[in-house]
């Protein structure tokens, strides 16, 4: 008997409405699983590359260094990554995590770390001048005058993070990727065009959700392009 006109699944085709429907769970979940180990990772990177990067701008020694190391981090490839972090974290999604922190840091470092190199000598003196002392200076001045940049590196990181979470998959903990997984060993064409597409669109609409948060946490770069 063959497969009737409406059954795309049993023709295993690309697009297939069907697989929507009656897979819709194992699809939420992978979804809610990949925005999970993104954000998760994104967070404490940027937690931990903003000290780094105040620390390389207020001591010029320890830029080389800083940026050195999340430099090296950054050209190793993932499986091996993940298998030098095995050890320590084993099949988890924390060896996830882990990986894509440690990718971030060189994302974020450098854009924060440009963004307040970038800050005018002038503007830091004259806040000296109406005695703000370097606490202040750098939450009230330094901070959001680099955020502009540093907003373009966490985009960049946070769309990094979406696509390398899809390796996490060799661990089973890969979201979407997963199922891209799985679908290539099966031949499975739905399942696997679903899954890819998914990711980027979820790219995609976190990358326009962060440039909304950049327009409108920094108001001030509207009117200069107005």
């Known amino acids: 008997m063959t497969a009737t006109p409406d059954d795309c699944l049993a023709r295993n085709e690309w697009i297939c409405g069907e697989y929507l429907s009656t897979r819709s769970a194992i699809l939420t979940d992978a979804v809610l699983q990949h925005l999970q180990l993104t954000a998760v990772s994104v967070l404490i990177a940027l937690v931990v590359a903003f000290p780094l990067a105040i620390a390389a701008r207020r001591w010029r020694w320890a830029a080389g260094p800083v940026l050195a190391v999340t430099t090296v981090l950054y050209t190793i490839p993932s499986l ?112 696997v065009l679903t899954a890819s597409v998914l990711c980027v669109v979820i790219a995609v609409a976190a990358d326009l959700l962060l440039l909304l948060v950049q327009r409108f946490a920094t108001p001030w770069t509207r009117a200069v392009s107005t």
């Open 80 to 191: 091996a990554m993940f298998s030098l972090l095995l050890p320590v974290y084993g099949l988890s999604a924390s060896i996830v995590i882990a990986g894509l922190v440690l990718y971030s840091l060189t994302l974020l470092v450098r854009n924060i770390l440009a963004g307040l190199r970038a800050v005018p000598e002038e503007t830091r003196q004259a806040a000296r001048g109406m005695g703000y002392g370097p606490v202040r200076l750098l939450l009230a001045v330094e901070l959001p005058l680099a955020l502009p940049a540093a907003m373009a590196g966490l985009r960049i990181a946070t769309v990094s993070a979406i696509s390398l979470v899809t390796i996490g998959a060799i661990v089973g903990y890969g979201g979407l990727g997963n199922l891209i997984y799985a679908g290539m060993n099966t031949y499975f064409k739905a399942q």
